[in-house]
């Protein structure tokens, strides 16, 4: 079975521009979060989104968006991209909404660098 | 503070020495509790769920203390595979936000 797939692996932008990073849950999980993960650091929690809706925001800034589509795949937007943005960006997906104890599974994530 | 805190180490160990980690979380409706390991440069992966009444898989033991609001992870008999970053992982605030730890580095020596 697959596993979470996000696209692309690696992205390079110029400060200003903006991003659109994709991923598909494994099968059957109908939850999807992304995180933000610098060198050095854990992961920090960006969205999480069950069943297309949006069911929690960590401390980003509004140039950072995200939706859910029908077939629980998401994606991922920034804009104004400015050079703090570079970083892993990781999604992550569950059977469940994160309360109900389902551990998440993690994508390689994308690679993204703003230069 | 920070919502979720660990030690960053790292933690240099021999090869079959047993060594503990822990993490301390400020959330205290904090639901869920989990470990992640991360090799570098990869993604988070799963180790294991952490429980009130602790929970052990083969060489690992974890352990959750509400009370004073904890979280442990024992490694036993330590292989040189074990070294990796090990993520400690709360379920936040009205359980939809997760928060991570900034991890604990962990080298194990030959």
């Known amino acids: 079975d697959a596993g979470v797939t996000q696209s692309p692996t690696h992205l390079i932008k110029t400060r200003g521009q903006h991003v659109t990073l994709r991923c598909s849950p494994i099968s059957g999980h109908k939850s999807v979060s992304w995180y933000q993960q610098v060198l050095g650091q854990g992961p920090q929690f960006i969205f999480q989104y069950y069943e297309k809706e949006e069911r929690g925001r960590g401390n980003f800034p509004d140039r950072f968006s995200a939706r859910q589509f029908p077939n629980y795949s998401s994606e991922l937007n920034v804009n104004a991209l400015l050079l703090g943005d570079s970083a892993l960006y990781l999604c992550?997906?569950?059977?469940?909404?994160?309360?109900?104890?389902?551990?998440?599974?993690f994508g390689d994530g994308t690679r993204l660098s703003i230069l | 503070r920070k919502e979720v805190e660990q030690d960053p180490g790292p933690f240099n160990v021999p090869e079959g020495a047993t060594v503990a980690f822990n993490c301390t979380y400020s959330n205290s409706a904090s639901q869920s509790f989990f470990w992640y390991r991360q090799d570098c440069r990869k993604e988070p992966k799963l180790l294991m769920s952490?429980?009130?009444s602790g929970n052990e898989d083969g060489r690992f033991t974890a352990q959750l203390n509400r009370a004073s609001q904890y979280i442990s992870l024992l490694i036993r008999d330590s292989k040189l595979s074990d070294s990796a970053t090990y993520l400690c992982v709360v379920s936040g605030e009205g359980g939809f936000k997760t928060i991570f730890g900034a991890g604990t580095r962990l080298f194990v020596k030959a």
């Open positions: 992550a997906s569950s059977l469940g909404q994160i309360y109900s104890n389902q551990p998440q599974h």
């Open positions: 952490v429980y009130s």
